[in-house]
């Protein structure tokens, strides 16, 4: 655990029965000055934060029924985590739009939801949902309109749905997966503990605030009292990206291994990188080779931090590697099983297999997804509980798993066709749903060659 004059109330244990926007709140009056949240345009410290977060609160209670999911339709800009925050202040659940969706699977995000309202900024968002019956938080009125002691009334437990994020379904459908705070917040406080994060600590964020990994790296940062850099890697380019790096000298870097391949082959990426402590790698597999460009851009002092987890799971596997490690093969293992899940391999007829075996990875924690959300409820069928043990739900990962006699795992694919391409999950299911769906086509058939989706 951090020493507790590293942060105005020290990660422990306790974290995970108290609320996030609590805990958050605590952070920021102690760090009312410091800045939090700086997005390139806009830079907010803990007390701006604190400030729209109430005010959105405010405007979120008195649109949306309590209990309800809210959509988040804003840029990843530095107002985006004070809108998850005020529909977690308030007992809404939210749901992060991306706003470079395609309208139509915008739509179906509003549906599949049942959304009660939606956060936009009035110079952008309206547009979106123009068309829908759909009561409107404009993000720039509201920030106006002052309120919030609504805040104060949240009877939102940990263990109530907090986020729903929509993947893609077997059919073309959205698949709304849910997690509760307690999932977050367990997220948060491994993270903490593994990389002893401090107040010191400056983070960028590379990934979308709609992924479980963006979600992860922002709480992190803001419940540990560190800032948070926002970048949107489309339109910062490679360049831009480093410059980000370089000027605001990051301690603390996630990206998905491709992402990471373009940073760090680039001319500027060690002077940008001077200051990188904690290099975090997941989302996709990894290369021998990755981790000598890693070894020999970073500095000597940095830690190179591999995992593996899910939208649906936390973190199963993670280590360090070593600054000696060589490779043995054509993959780096994804690391040593977490204290947090059971991990169980199965073999097609449902056996345990043995070790070094290939097998099925199925865990059980109670830190799972709640379940996934449908038709505008909550579907707890998908991650049952635990036999035995009613805190504790299960999953089958759908993920070939290998694990040597060291504990170290090796993920060797899928059991269905799933990818897993520049970080993001896709369907090839999917990709033919739609293709079928023209009359101009007939048929249609999506492979995995070498590593890239072709139709």
């Known amino acids: 655990m951090q020493n507790k004059d590293q942060h105005p109330a020290a990660i422990d244990d306790s974290w995970l029965e108290q609320s996030i926007y609590s805990r958050f709140e605590q952070v920021a009056h102690g760090l009312h000055?410091?800045?939090?949240?700086?997005?390139?345009?806009?830079?907010?410290?803990?007390?701006?934060?604190?400030?729209?977060?109430?005010?959105?609160?405010?405007?979120?209670?008195?649109?949306?029924?309590?209990?309800?999911?809210?959509?988040?339709?804003?840029?990843?800009?530095?107002?985006?985590?004070?809108?998850?925050?005020?529909?977690?202040?308030?007992?809404?659940?939210?749901?992060?739009?991306?706003?470079?969706?395609?309208?139509?699977?915008?739509?179906?995000?509003?549906?599949?939801?049942?959304?009660?309202?939606?956060?936009?900024?009035?110079q952008t968002g309206f547009s979106q949902f123009r068309e829908a019956a759909l009561p409107l938080i404009d993000l720039t009125e509201s920030l106006k309109a002052g309120g919030g002691a609504l805040t104060s009334q949240c009877t939102a437990t940990v263990d109530d749905p907090a986020v729903i994020l929509y993947t893609s379904g077997s059919t073309g459908r959205p698949k709304g997966i849910c997690n509760n705070q307690r999932a977050i917040l367990q997220r948060v406080i491994q993270f903490t503990d593994t990389c002893n994060l401090t107040?010191?600590?400056?983070?960028?964020?590379?990934?979308s605030p709609g992924t479980i990994a963006g979600i992860r790296d922002t709480f992190a940062s803001l419940l540990n009292g560190a800032t948070l850099h926002i970048v949107n890697p489309q339109q910062a380019g490679i360049d831009g990206m480093l410059d980000v790096l370089r000027k605001n000298r990051i301690t603390v870097l996630y990206a998905v291994p491709a992402l990471?391949?373009?940073?760090?082959?680039?001319?500027?990426?060690?002077?940008?990188?001077?200051?990188?402590?904690?290099?975090?790698?997941?989302?996709?597999?990894?290369?021998?080779?990755?981790?000598?460009?890693?070894?020999?851009?970073?500095?000597?002092?940095?830690?190179i931090l591999i995992g593996y987890g899910s939208t649906e799971a936390p973190t199963?596997?993670?280590?360090?590697?070593?600054?000696?490690?060589?490779?043995?093969?054509?993959?780096?293992?994804?690391?040593?099983?977490?204290?947090?899940?059971?991990?169980?391999?199965?073999?097609e007829d449902g056996t345990f297999a043995a070790q070094g075996e290939i097998a099925e990875l199925a865990i059980n924690s109670r830190?799972?997804?709640?379940?996934?959300?449908?038709?505008?409820?909550?579907?707890?069928?998908?991650?049952?509980?635990?036999?035995?043990?009613?805190?504790?739900?299960?999953?089958?990962?759908?993920?070939?798993?290998?694990?040597?006699?060291?504990?170290?795992?090796?993920?060797?694919?899928?059991?269905?066709?799933?990818?897993?391409?520049?970080?993001?999950?896709?369907?090839?299911?999917?990709?033919?749903?739609?293709?079928?769906?023209?009359?101009?086509?007939?048929?249609?058939?999506?492979?995995?060659?070498?590593?890239?989706?072709?139709?």
């Not at 395609?102 to 939606?118: M, T, V, Y």
């Not at 107040?199 to 990934?207: E, N, Q």
């Not at 060690?270 to 021998?288: N, Q, S, T, W």
């Not at 490779?327 to 059971?342: F, M």
């Open 33 to 122: 000055s410091k800045l939090a949240l700086d997005d390139g345009a806009t830079r907010l410290t803990y007390g701006d934060v604190l400030h729209a977060t109430r005010n959105l609160a405010y405007s979120v209670a008195t649109v949306a029924a309590s209990g309800r999911p809210v959509g988040i339709c804003l840029p990843n800009n530095a107002y985006f985590p004070a809108a998850a925050l005020a529909c977690l202040a308030t007992g809404r659940i939210y749901v992060p739009i991306d706003l470079h969706y395609p309208r139509e699977r915008i739509d179906q995000i509003a549906r599949e939801a049942g959304l009660a309202a939606a956060i936009v900024d009035g």
């Open 199 to 207: 107040s010191s600590d400056r983070f960028v964020l590379l990934s």
């Open 260 to 303: 990471m391949r373009e940073l760090f082959q680039h001319s500027m990426a060690k002077e940008a990188l001077r200051e990188v402590r904690i290099l975090r790698i997941g989302g996709d597999a990894i290369r021998p080779d990755d981790i000598e460009l890693y070894r020999t851009t970073l500095p000597a002092a940095s830690r």
């Open 316 to 347: 199963v596997f993670q280590w360090f590697v070593p600054p000696d490690w060589k490779a043995e093969g054509p993959r780096v293992p994804c690391g040593y099983g977490s204290p947090d899940v059971t991990i169980s391999l199965l073999r």
């Open 367 to 455: 830190y799972i997804a709640v379940g996934v959300w449908q038709d505008g409820r909550l579907d707890t069928g998908a991650f049952p509980a635990c036999p035995g043990n009613a805190a504790e739900r299960v999953i089958q990962t759908g993920d070939m798993v290998k694990i040597g006699p060291d504990g170290l795992a090796e993920i060797l694919g899928r059991k269905d066709r799933q990818l897993k391409i520049r970080g993001h999950r896709v369907d090839p299911g999917d990709i033919e749903f739609v293709l079928r769906g023209s009359e101009n086509v007939a048929d249609a058939a999506v492979i995995n060659q070498i590593g890239r989706a072709h139709v």
